[in-house]
């Protein structure tokens, strides 16, 4: 990157580059406060009717577009769930205005547009009305991971760049040495898959030929991703058809002081709603996430170990109603797939908090000049190399996402809006693999229907819904079995319903998880598949629960293999979610050669005829004591079928009498009596923190016995100095201590 | 601008609260701004004591100013204190950790959603005198408390609320947690 940006003193000619447009927004946003420096609404106040029309039309050309485009796709994720989003930007790269979709992806546009300018393609090749480029590179574009691409159409009048008509969407395919959508398994960047950093593919709204064979060079799902890449250009040739006619009618200097009015105007909304909803102080959270190399290879002797990645957020609000959030203390970076840059990071930190803040507001870029972050050198979110994979920076970047989300929710819960409140979760799971059909034709595939679909953690006043949930997305969406089915040809679904029990508890518990199982019908010559997703359930994605409730469960996947399952089939049995599988093979019904429960990432299996692969995703966090659950609650939830008895008998103590074949009654006086017991237990099996803190740090912490991977997190948590200060300071460890 | 009753803030904070009525809630754009002080009010007649409430932090804690000293602490509504604000009141309670697979399977279901002991424990915290489970951690043996919040609350009622505190001072913005644990060695 280089220092300053060429062009930014203030000639004439000079002011219609991209560099004087960006140094200037910086120059006047930093000194102001303001979004370039717009203190008064000019243009609105002076008609604001014509202000309010003009952004109308706009927001309608990015709603058009996606509305229409979106059928020019193939993948259920670009067509039906919420995986893409359109949008139009400043010249700058501000949003100013977007369709529905997963909206806080285009807080990476700024990043993209910046890469250019900083590397000179103003001048060389330059930018000309309709060219065409694209990047999928969290390095030079802010790409979360490889899989979300990125398209940039120039919008340009009397000789200046004036906007971008800008698309992202999440391609089912990216071509790394493990296939997918995210490489689970990547030591550097060269094995992330097709990454190519902002690149001029077309021009008048047409890609150069070269670029579809690129697709279908370096990717196993060309003609799909090829097809994405039309929608993506679709509708940012519908955009800037739109803002052309847009320009003539208001003409070009309205154009560009209305778009920055109108981002300013959405700063100051999620400003206020800052100010009004949240409490000023220093909100301290943790996440954790198992990276588990060690013995998957034997070629990269750097990269084969586990790892446990820290993903630590200290943020905090100040009297002006600014976010920072200090990931001093969060993993350095690694050699493994889950690093990221600070696009990304940007792009997951206002993934909860851009709708939140901004929903009663025009959806721009504003309020991403309300929320900055501290991202050291060296850390995961800013590697300070080139060469950092980041196939699945986002598995472990959602937890930041859910991090800043909490933040919001525990602050609306002590300003009193609780109706606000829940427990913010999304532990999302996907499939991704390879095969090759028996007519000899290879495919690559993502399935992800537990990606758009997790359930809702627990409210502060009731329960969470099930299957209602996106955290990207207002777009909540599964897609249709029958498409998954289709693009991936063995697959078919035996099972895709709510997991009974599969949630987090507390005095409100979240919705139910999502399980489904899927049968290995004709696998053709060959199949494989692996798992991609957040939070695996070996260790749950946030590390504390809401008010006394526990943090939500993460996902499991669980492979059967070389089963019974057609004589199973012949007595009209067969597992419809991951527990019954687990519960049919215990009980002796399905039998299997080897039944595979991965509470990690699963690694890449071949899968055989009557195979099965089931996964267990989409759960969420409770709220509050669960012993001061309502037995109603847990009555009603017996009858529905959604509970384990006994587990329930323990965790809330409310104890049900089966008074008809699954009915079930609340038996008062023995639940009174079973609370009575569990609050006594919890007298008797619990000690003075003080004691407990001494024997921890005497025995484990002082010893360091623990796990090497959690101490090699520690260590890599401490070689920051705020961190480490932080660290030593809460165990009072000697100097010269070594961790 | 709109008020809403003290009757559905406090079905609000009872749970007890209607569907419909809560979607109303979730509907109302700007939210009515005198919440935060009804809250405070409703609150304050569901506990027994007297200290002023300044700040609800978890389902039953709250910062209050203790009417006597002049000191703000964390309050149980039982009526437990548990020390300084500024310092994590998680140093104050009783804990129960969970870390064989048996006891975490009975706060996770199905066990194949279940944490992993080794890479976990399970750290629950209950107030020493109601016995309430006032927070859940689930970290790696090792790990320092997680401090959730630190209210800068000068700040919150002077530039957030327009009522400043009557008792300001820089120093309420500090974290004394390191200090308290130091006492212990």
Redesign the interface.
């Known amino acids: 990157m280089v220092a300053a940006l060429k062009g930014t003193t203030g000639t004439d000619s000079n002011k219609k580059t991209i560099a004087y447009k960006i140094s200037k927004r910086d120059e006047l946003t930093e000194s102001t406060g303001h979004y370039w420096g717009i203190k008064e609404f000019t243009l609105k106040r002076a008609d604001p009717m014509k202000f309010e029309r003009f952004y109308s039309r706009l927001q309608s050309a990015c709603m058009a577009a996606r509305e229409i485009s979106r059928y020019v796709a193939a993948s259920p994720g670009g067509r039906e769930m919420g995986e893409a989003v359109w949008g139009l930007a400043t010249a700058e790269g501000d949003s100013v205005a977007l369709s529905e979709g997963f909206v806080s992806h285009s807080a990476a546009f700024p990043y993209g547009i910046k890469f250019m300018i900083e590397n000179g393609y103003e001048d060389n090749p330059g930018f000309n009305d309709a060219d065409v480029y694209v990047s999928d590179d969290g390095f030079s574009c802010g790409a979360p991971h490889p899989g979300d691409t990125y398209t940039y159409v120039p919008i340009v009048r009397d000789g200046q760049v004036v906007s971008w008509a800008c698309a992202v969407n999440h391609i089912m395919e990216v071509g790394a040495p493990q296939a997918g959508s995210w490489a689970m398994f990547a030591v550097d960047t060269f094995m992330d898959g097709f990454v190519c950093p902002p690149t001029r593919t077309g021009e008048n709204l047409k890609q150069y030929a070269w670029w579809d064979e690129m697709w279908k060079r370096r990717t196993r799902a060309g003609t799909m991703n090829i097809l994405d890449d039309k929608m993506r250009l679709a509708g940012c040739a519908m955009i800037l058809k739109s803002v052309h006619e847009i320009i003539d009618e208001f003409g070009v200097d309205y154009y560009i002081q209305a778009s920055k009015e109108v981002i300013e105007e959405s700063r100051r909304v999620v400003k206020d709603n800052i100010n009004n909803w949240m409490v000023p102080g220093t909100y301290e959270q943790s996440s954790f996430r198992t990276c588990l190399y060690k013995g998957l290879q034997k070629i990269w002797a750097h990269a084969d170990k586990d790892s446990l990645i820290h993903i630590y957020m200290k943020s905090t609000i100040d009297g002006d109603g600014r976010i920072h959030a200090d990931m001093e203390g969060s993993s350095k970076w690694d050699y493994h797939a889950f690093n990221a840059f600070p696009g990304g990071h940007k792009v997951a930190m206002m993934m909860g908090l851009a709708g939140a803040l901004g929903y009663n507001s025009k959806f721009t870029s504003g309020g991403n000049y309300m929320v900055s972050s501290n991202l050291p050198e060296g850390c995961i979110y800013n590697p300070g190399t080139h060469v950092a994979a980041h196939g699945n920076g986002w598995a472990q970047m959602l937890m930041v996402t859910l991090q800043g989300y909490n933040m919001l929710t525990r602050a609306q819960f002590m300003r009193g809006y609780m109706e606000e409140s829940f427990a913010v979760c999304g532990p999302w799971d996907a499939m991704q693999g390879e095969g090759v059909l028996d007519d000899g034709t290879p495919y690559g595939y993502t399935q992800f229907e537990l990606l758009g679909a997790s359930a809702q953690g627990a409210y502060a006043y009731r329960d969470g819904e099930s299957a209602v949930w996106f955290v990207a997305s207002q777009l909540c969406n599964m897609g249709n079995s029958e498409e998954f089915e289709q693009l991936v040809p063995p697959l078919f679904h035996l099972g895709r319903k709510l997991e009974p029990g599969y949630c987090g508890y507390g005095k409100f518990r979240s919705g139910m998880g999502l399980s489904t199982v899927q049968w290995v019908n004709e696998p053709g010559q060959r199949l494989t598949a692996s798992r991609a997703g957040s939070s695996c359930a070996i260790i749950p994605e946030l590390a504390v629960g809401l008010m006394g409730a526990y943090p939500t469960p993460g996902a499991t996947v669980a492979v059967a293999q070389q089963t019974n399952l057609q004589e199973l089939f012949k007595k009209g049995i067969s597992p419809s979610t991951l527990n019954e599988l687990v519960e049919l093979h215990e009980e002796g019904t399905l039998k299997a050669e080897t039944l595979k429960i991965w509470k990690s990432d699963a690694q890449d299996t071949k899968l055989e005829q009557d195979d099965l692969w089931c996964q267990q995703a989409g759960s969420g966090g409770g709220w509050g004591d669960p012993l001061e659950r309502d037995p109603a609650l847990v009555e009603k939830d017996a009858n529905d079928g959604m509970i384990n008895i006994s587990f329930v008998e323990e965790m809330h103590g409310v104890v049900l009498i089966e008074v008809s074949k699954a009915i079930y009654k609340v038996d008062i006086a023995a639940t009174q009596e079973k609370r009575k017991e569990l609050r006594e237990q919890r007298k008797s099996e619990s000690i003075p923190f003080k004691d407990w803190y001494l024997k921890h740090r005497e025995e484990r912490v002082l010893k360091m016995d623990m796990l090497e991977p959690i101490v090699e997190m520690l260590r890599s948590a401490t070689s920051f100095s705020a961190y480490n200060k932080h660290y030593r300071g809460f165990w009072h460890l000697p100097n010269d201590f070594e961790i | 601008m709109a008020q809403v009753k003290k009757q559905i803030?406090e079905q609000?904070?009872s749970?007890d609260?209607s569907?419909d009525e809560?979607r109303n809630?979730?509907k109302m754009?700007?939210?009515d701004?005198e919440?935060?002080w009804?809250?405070?009010e409703v609150l304050q007649e569901r506990v027994s004591w007297k200290d002023k409430i300044l700040?609800?932090?978890?389902?039953?804690l709250y910062v209050v100013k203790k009417e006597e000293t002049g000191e703000r602490l964390v309050k149980c509504d039982c009526g437990h204190e548990l020390g300084d604000y500024r310092a994590n009141w998680?140093?104050?309670?009783?804990?129960?950790?969970r870390e064989t697979k048996e006891q975490i399977n009975?706060?996770?279901?199905?066990?194949?959603?279940?944490?992993?002991p080794?890479?976990?424990e399970?750290r629950?915290?209950?107030c020493?005198t109601c016995?309430?489970?006032?927070?859940?951690?689930?970290?790696?043996?090792?790990?320092?408390?997680?401090?959730?919040?630190?209210?800068?609350?000068d700040?919150?009622y002077?530039?957030?609320l327009g009522r400043p505190l009557d008792d300001e001072n820089d120093s309420w913005?500090e974290?004394h947690?390191?200090n308290r644990?130091?006492q212990?060695?």
């Not at chain 2, 998680?90 to 950790?97: A, C, D, E, G, Q």
């Not at chain 2, 009975?106 to 992993?116: G, H, L, N, T």
């Open positions: 803030v609000l904070v749970g609260i569907r809560s809630l979730l754009d700007p939210k701004p919440r935060f009804t809250y405070l700040l609800r932090i978890s389902d039953h998680k140093t104050s309670t009783n804990i129960r950790i009975k706060v996770y279901y199905p066990e194949s959603a279940a944490p992993e080794e890479w976990n399970v629950e915290f209950f020493p016995s309430s489970q006032l927070a859940v951690e689930v970290v790696p043996p090792g790990y320092p408390l997680i401090f959730e919040f630190l209210p800068d609350l700040r919150f002077r530039d957030f913005y974290n947690t390191d644990t130091g212990w060695l």
